[in-house]
Nanobody
Framework: QVQLVESGGGLVQAGGSLRLSCAASGRDFSSYTLGWFRRAPGKEREFVAVHRWSGGSIYYAESVEGRFSISRDDNKRRLYLQMNNLTPEDTAEYYC?????????????????WGQGTQVTVSS
């Protein structure tokens, strides 16, 4: 069992930055695939970024490539998402998720555990 709690969301102007954090509890943290998803109003939850197990590959959605950076600290059991050059289109509820390795990473079905979400609002 893994519990995830996000923090770091807020209101920021376009062009600004935010750093999201996800604190995890549970065993075998370093073996999990850890991802960030987001859901904008009226839209489905979408993939943002993933860090596949400790030392594993990193992938980003095209919409955030070059602006967002995902990282993890397995000693602290933390997942981070550094978001730079934010635009109003990045406004959404952001969720961290953990899944067993080998199940893919772009779809919500690849993840077993989800946080409650943290709101990011970018004003123009």
């Amino acid at each position: 069992q893994v519990q995830l709690v996000e923090s770091g969301g807020g209101l920021v102007q376009a062009g600004g930055s935010l750093r999201l954090s996800c604190a995890a509890s549970g065993r075998d943290f370093s073996s999990y695939t850890l991802g960030w998803f987001r859901r904008a109003p009226g839209k489905e939850r979408e993939f943002v970024a993933v860090h596949r197990w400790s030392g594993g590959s990193i992938y980003y959605a095209e919409s955030v490539e070059g602006r967002f950076s995902i990282s993890r600290d397995d000693n602290k059991r933390r997942l981070y998402l550094q978001m730079n050059n934010l635009t109003p289109e990045d406004t959404a509820e952001y969720y961290c998720a953990a899944g067993q390795p080998g199940r893919g990473y772009r779809t919500t079905g690849a993840y077993n555990y989800w946080g409650q979400g943290t709101q990011v609002t970018v004003s123009s």
